[in-house]
């Protein structure tokens, strides 16, 4: 390279340091650039095929009233949907019926239903993502009725829960299945407190409730033996467990609703469908792995009529089970969502397809990019052996000291051109190889001369 020119002002040097420089960047960004560029295309193809996110609001059922098995659990669902960014709508309903509808209506996203409440085809279109607890039927019988088994209220009063409800759909599945058909009973609409009320006050003969707790109404005739019978289904719990598959038979121990009174007096077996959590079958795969997650958290604990680990569970289902669902029950959650938090663990599972394009494209240009510079700085030098040619070719066939002249000058124009040339460091031997190489021409070139 040619001594700095000392004559050049301070301020000029890194300007023309600068403009010396940036054919290198320039070589460098052609190189990579078209790299980075083919490999943008390919994620850009792959980016279409990539999920959509989990929408930001999330609608769910709740059940009949604050205090209900259905609102409680929902409200814990909200909690911790909300913890994780979610926007929550909770939309009121009247019970299972309800909740069907709205899902099916595309109202709602999620809802728990009742079991036997989805069955005959009124499900289609909807996947669950797990039964959560038991619901058991409590049976009531009026003591001074004269009914002693549920055939015996043909004809009779009978507390079944309103319109909407899935008290009134496994009521009258119990009484079909004793061959007493709905229009075989005098029907109220009355539940809970009002039910019970009824009944002890002679206004209907029995009363229905479907509840995984026990509440007002249901406290309110177990303190009242000596007027209101629970019915203890023990002897025929096979059968009915045949003939209504939703029904698990469960049991209340003695002094199981309250050690203190001893109640109930002696050990009573109770049918229970077991709720489930449905949406639609076009759920988004990583909302159902967080809501399994939320369901263990809510319902692994022991129950009143489950033991723990008993739910969330894959088992007692109306509809199909979400594919993803049964996958998370057999072997549990994904690497990604054991380790990560949701929204991290999404966005990587997200993008997982772009590794692909990556990958097949990304591997095989890096290994290519660093080849393709090499050539073009190698290029750079290399095309002024051209020139270098050239003039040599001129130089054998100058006869005279004018034409001698001329050749070399156009050496040493070539000679400044490439001592300006810019390129980096690991490719200097090129370049003072091809300075070697035009003082070799201008040294027989002045041979001539002097000859």
Same mark, same amino acid.
């Given at each position: 390279m040619p001594p700095e020119d000392r004559s050049t002002p301070r301020a000029r040097r890194p300007l023309r340091h600068l403009r010396a420089a940036w054919p290198v960047v320039v070589t460098f960004i052609r190189s990579w650039g078209l790299m980075a560029l083919l490999v943008a295309g390919g994620l850009a193809i792959a980016y279409r095929f990539v999920a959509p996110p989990p929408p930001a609001t999330l609608r769910i059922a709740t059940g009949?009233?604050?205090d209900s098995a259905y609102s409680v659990a929902v409200a814990r669902y909200a909690e911790a949907l909300r913890g994780q960014g979610f926007a929550v709508e909770l939309v009121a309903s009247e019970g299972s019926v309800r909740n069907l509808e709205l899902l099916r209506d595309r109202r709602v996203d999620f809802a728990l239903v009742q079991g036997g409440v989805a069955e005959a085809g009124r499900g289609a279109g909807l996947v669950s993502l797990g039964s959560v607890f038991f619901e058991p039927a409590w049976v009531f019988l009026r003591r001074d009725a004269g009914i002693g088994r549920l055939p015996d209220a043909r004809g009779r009063r009978v507390a079944i829960g309103p319109e909407g409800s899935g008290t009134r759909v496994l009521a &009258?599945? &119990?009484?079909?299945?004793?061959?007493?058909?709905?229009?075989?009973?005098?029907?109220?609409? &009355?539940? @809970?407190?009002?039910?019970?009320? *009824?009944?002890?006050?002679?206004? =209907?003969?029995?009363? =229905?409730? =479907?509840? *995984? %707790?026990? @509440?007002?109404?249901? @406290? %309110? &005739? +177990? $303190?009242?033996?000596? $007027?209101? +019978?629970?019915?203890?289904f023990e002897e025929r719990a096979g059968a009915y467990a045949t003939l209504l598959p939703a029904l698990t038979p469960v049991r209340l121990p003695r002094s199981g609703f309250s050690l203190p009174e001893d109640l109930p007096a002696e050990d009573i077996v109770m049918l229970a469908p077991a709720a489930a959590l449905l949406a639609q079958a076009d759920v988004h795969p990583q909302l159902v792995s967080l809501f399994i997650r939320i369901l263990q958290a809510a319902h692994r604990g022991r129950q009143v009529f489950a033991p723990e680990g008993r739910f969330p569970s894959a088992l007692n289902q109306d509809v199909p089970l979400h594919p993803d669902a049964a996958r998370w029950y057999e072997r549990g959650p994904t690497f990604l969502q054991s380790w990560l938090p949701f929204w991290v663990a999404v966005t990587v599972e997200r993008l997982w397809v772009l590794i692909i394009p990556l990958v097949t494209l990304g591997l095989p240009l890096i290994r290519f990019a660093p080849p393709i510079y090499t050539w073009q700085m190698e290029s750079r030098v290399l095309r002024y052996y051209d020139d270098l040619r050239r003039i040599e070719e001129e130089a054998a066939a100058a006869r005279d000291r004018a034409a001698r002249d001329a050749v070399e000058a156009k050496l040493k124009a070539l000679d400044t051109k490439v001592a300006t040339l810019g390129i980096p460091s690991g490719y200097g031997a090129l370049l003072y190889a091809l300075r070697r190489d035009i003082a070799f021409v201008r040294d027989a070139v002045r041979t001539l001369r002097r000859g």
């Open positions: 009949p009233g604050e &009258l599945a &119990l009484l079909e299945a004793n061959a007493v058909p709905a229009d075989a009973i005098i029907a109220s609409p &009355l539940a @809970g407190a009002a039910a019970a009320a *009824a009944l002890l006050a002679g206004e =209907v003969d029995a009363a =229905v409730f =479907v509840s *995984a %707790t026990p @509440g007002q109404g249901i @406290g %309110t &005739l +177990m $303190r009242a033996p000596d $007027r209101a +019978m629970l019915v203890d």
